[in-house]
């Protein structure tokens, strides 16, 4: 286990290359196996994500090859297995799994889904969508069964509008007999790619990045190939960096349309951010004033950033109040960035930070994914070093953190974690 090591004060000038979008990749991998033949996908991010999914296809017979950024599925030996649990924990997007077994096999076995501890995370609306479509759902001993004699399409309402059971649901309706109806779907980029996917395989798909989706289900699914859109978290949080440390910071592969509610935002706040084409670029702000923000679904402020952009706050002049109305407790990074020094409260589903205060290197602790993206950032604006455990989190969702950083002119290293670091880590 290592630690990951900021040196604090360093400014940031030059270009970053932003990879393919986590929460797309995690989605199309499982969608994969529902093709006849090979699937090859590329602007595939390096992230421990991945490499989980593509070993849990390799478990149940899939052929994978990976390439640089590009992945071959051949999803021809799969077989209708149940799911190593140890492999599914690792990842709450094992969830993709079932909608996806489900279509292709009619049934799945799978353990409950992990990844980070956000507050509570049900899965009640994936079960309504593939229990609608006619599959029975039963918890068996902490792992959940599918199975369904046939799959029928169905007219499916989600009561909470949720991007995981839209893109499940789309998994199982592609396969099912007649039409699917989605309706209050979510509509974040991540689930137009994987609708572009599944008709690039041949399925019909209508309205996905509308509330209203609409599937006419086919027999049969054919390989094709892939390009995953940017990562338009990755690219926020390289923006936000760089709002806080840069000068002149181009983000290179961007859509900037997926980034609007943030650049919005930054505007108000006074960064100065021009985008042109598939770059961002950040240039030196005068000064930086508080705001408002309240997390929402696409295509409000991403609930993703909401970590991120906390640490700017920090900087930022005067008095900002941030609310997340899409994970109540999604607040595990403010204890650590007190730690740093920050001035913040945090009451319900709202933390009110005290800007303008100048941070310190300080021993933290990254709690998930977006926590780690968040103390990274503080690091880079404090005075010394800030140590910063759990990087593991980090792992799952920025491919080549410190090096893209490094570039920039970020100075930032890992080291082993001492045995008693380890303990303290293990027990917390
Ligand atoms: N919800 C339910 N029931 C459900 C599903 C969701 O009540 O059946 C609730 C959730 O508890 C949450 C809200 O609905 O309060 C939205 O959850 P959603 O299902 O949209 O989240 P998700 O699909 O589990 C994805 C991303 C998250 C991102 C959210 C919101 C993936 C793999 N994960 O999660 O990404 O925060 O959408 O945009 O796509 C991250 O990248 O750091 C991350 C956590």
Same mark, same amino acid.
């Given at each position: 286990m290592e630690k990951l090591m900021v040196e604090g004060g360093h400014p940031l000038t030059g270009e970053v290359q932003i990879g393919g979008a986590k929460n797309s990749a995690v989605a199309l991998i499982p969608a994969a196996l529902l093709a006849d033949s090979p699937v090859r996908i590329d602007n595939l991010p390096n992230i421990s994500d991945v490499e989980v999914l593509s070993d849990l296809l390799t478990h149940i017979g899939g052929h994978v090859t990976q390439k640089g950024d590009e992945i071959t599925i051949d999803? @021809?030996?799969?077989?209708?297995m149940p799911l190593p649990n140890g492999r599914v924990k690792q990842? @709450?997007?094992?969830?993709y799994m079932m909608g996806a077994m489900l279509g292709k096999f009619k049934k799945a076995a799978i353990g409950l889904p992990g990844g980070c501890n956000l507050g509570p995370r049900p899965i009640d609306q994936h079960i309504k969508g593939f229990e609608a479509l006619g599959a029975v759902v039963t918890n068996e001993q902490g792992s959940i069964y599918l199975r369904a004699k046939e799959l029928v399409g169905a007219r499916i309402y989600l009561d909470v509008v949720s991007v995981g059971a839209t893109i499940n649901i789309m998994l199982a309706a592609v396969k099912a007999k007649g039409k699917t109806i989605i309706e209050n779907a979510a509509k974040e980029p991540e689930i137009i790619d994987v609708a572009t996917l599944l008709s690039s395989m041949g399925a019909d798909i209508k309205g996905a990045g509308t509330d209203v989706i609409r599937i006419e289900g086919k027999e049969q699914l054919k390989g094709c190939g892939h390009s995953i859109i940017p990562d338009r978290i990755e690219a926020g949080t390289y923006i936000i960096a760089a709002a806080c440390m840069g000068t002149d910071v181009k983000i290179k592969n961007v859509i900037p349309d997926h980034l609007e509610s943030l650049i919005a935002k930054l505007d108000e706040m006074g960064v100065n951010v021009q985008s042109d084409d598939d770059v961002i670029i950040v240039e030196k702000s005068k000064q930086i004033t508080g705001a408002d923000i309240k997390t929402l679904v696409h295509?409000?402020?991403p609930t993703d950033l909401q970590q991120p952009v906390t640490s700017l706050l920090v900087k930022a002049k005067g008095t900002s109040i941030i609310t997340d109305t899409i994970y109540n407790a999604r607040f595990k990074h403010i204890d650590e960035l007190r730690r740093m020094g920050a001035d913040i409260k945090v009451e319900g589903r709202s933390a009110m930070i005290n800007g303008g205060k100048r941070l310190e290197g300080a021993r933290v602790k990254a709690s998930d994914l977006r926590a780690g993206a968040a103390l990274v950032i503080a690091g880079l604006m404090a005075n010394g070093v800030t140590e910063i455990t759990g990087v593991h989190h980090i792992d799952r969702g920025y491919e080549s953190l410190e090096e893209k950083l490094k570039g920039l002119g970020a100075k930032l290293w890992r080291e082993p974690l001492s045995h008693e670091e380890q303990e303290q880590l293990k027990s917390s």
């Amino acid at each position: 286990m290592e630690k990951l090591m900021v040196e604090g004060g360093h400014p940031l000038t030059g270009e970053v290359q932003i990879g393919g979008a986590k929460n797309s990749a995690v989605a199309l991998i499982p969608a994969a196996l529902l093709a006849d033949s090979p699937v090859r996908i590329d602007n595939l991010p390096n992230i421990s994500d991945v490499e989980v999914l593509s070993d849990l296809l390799t478990h149940i017979g899939g052929h994978v090859t990976q390439k640089g950024d590009e992945i071959t599925i051949d999803p @021809r030996g799969i077989k209708p297995m149940p799911l190593p649990n140890g492999r599914v924990k690792q990842m @709450r997007a094992s969830y993709y799994m079932m909608g996806a077994m489900l279509g292709k096999f009619k049934k799945a076995a799978i353990g409950l889904p992990g990844g980070c501890n956000l507050g509570p995370r049900p899965i009640d609306q994936h079960i309504k969508g593939f229990e609608a479509l006619g599959a029975v759902v039963t918890n068996e001993q902490g792992s959940i069964y599918l199975r369904a004699k046939e799959l029928v399409g169905a007219r499916i309402y989600l009561d909470v509008v949720s991007v995981g059971a839209t893109i499940n649901i789309m998994l199982a309706a592609v396969k099912a007999k007649g039409k699917t109806i989605i309706e209050n779907a979510a509509k974040e980029p991540e689930i137009i790619d994987v609708a572009t996917l599944l008709s690039s395989m041949g399925a019909d798909i209508k309205g996905a990045g509308t509330d209203v989706i609409r599937i006419e289900g086919k027999e049969q699914l054919k390989g094709c190939g892939h390009s995953i859109i940017p990562d338009r978290i990755e690219a926020g949080t390289y923006i936000i960096a760089a709002a806080c440390m840069g000068t002149d910071v181009k983000i290179k592969n961007v859509i900037p349309d997926h980034l609007e509610s943030l650049i919005a935002k930054l505007d108000e706040m006074g960064v100065n951010v021009q985008s042109d084409d598939d770059v961002i670029i950040v240039e030196k702000s005068k000064q930086i004033t508080g705001a408002d923000i309240k997390t929402l679904v696409h295509p409000g402020f991403p609930t993703d950033l909401q970590q991120p952009v906390t640490s700017l706050l920090v900087k930022a002049k005067g008095t900002s109040i941030i609310t997340d109305t899409i994970y109540n407790a999604r607040f595990k990074h403010i204890d650590e960035l007190r730690r740093m020094g920050a001035d913040i409260k945090v009451e319900g589903r709202s933390a009110m930070i005290n800007g303008g205060k100048r941070l310190e290197g300080a021993r933290v602790k990254a709690s998930d994914l977006r926590a780690g993206a968040a103390l990274v950032i503080a690091g880079l604006m404090a005075n010394g070093v800030t140590e910063i455990t759990g990087v593991h989190h980090i792992d799952r969702g920025y491919e080549s953190l410190e090096e893209k950083l490094k570039g920039l002119g970020a100075k930032l290293w890992r080291e082993p974690l001492s045995h008693e670091e380890q303990e303290q880590l293990k027990s917390s």
